[in-house]
């Protein structure tokens, strides 16, 4: 391995060729040490370090122990700012819906849940004329509100409402059906 020195003597000294030979060789260190404290990008965090020390390394002395100490006293430091931002951040998670206790099925889940068991018609037969049309296009069709009010005669808002009061209708018949079984 070359050091530093030899190579930038070589390309004449100039701080674009000594960046390249520090680049090369303390690059694989400082990703090796940005993985082993856990940074969530480290390949990106190396990239800082050496932006950071492209208009330092004019003024580095000792050598390549100079430049060595530099990048990794860069290095800690992305390491040490990044860390304190992971803690001032809130912790995020991915929102699992069977993970959360609020959650209850809605009057359409149960209403498929019922048609699967086969017993839909039977409930469906309770309801009005009308209200049985506004679930099966709304639900079982899964049409717009819009264009079941096209089909219905009716106005979105009719629409939206005759649904709600089924679905209110087909929920306590289901309740009382659970009932009579137990």
């Keep these: 391995m070359q050091s530093i020195e030899h190579e930038a003597e070589r390309s004449g000294q100039t701080d674009e060729s000594r960046f390249c030979a520090a680049y090369r060789e303390f690059s ?9 404290r856990g940074v969530e990008d480290p390949e990106g965090l190396t990239q800082e370090v050496f932006l950071a020390l492209y208009p330092q390394l004019g003024d580095v002395h000792g050598g390549v122990k ?25 912790r995020t998670t ?46 079982v069709a899964d049409l717009s509100v819009e264009t079941t009010a096209e089909i ?3 106005t979105p808002g009719a629409i939206k409402q005759l649904q709600r009061r089924a679905l209110c209708r087909l929920r306590k018949l289901r309740t009382s059906l659970r009932e009579d079984r137990s």
């Design 94 to 139: 991915d929102y699992d819906p069977a993970q959360d206790p609020r959650c209850s099925s809605s009057a359409e889940d149960e209403l498929l849940a019922v048609e699967n068991s086969g017993s839909i018609k039977a409930l469906l037969n309770d309801l009005q004329q009308d209200q049985q049309e506004v679930i099966a296009l709304r639900i």
């Design 152 to 154: 219905m005669g009716k």
């Design 66 to 90: 100079g430049v060595k100490s530099l990048v990794f006293s860069i290095a800690h430091g992305r390491y040490v700012d990044e860390y304190r931002r992971r803690l001032k951040a809130p």
């Design 28 to 36: 694989p260190g400082v990703l090796s040490y940005l993985r082993a």
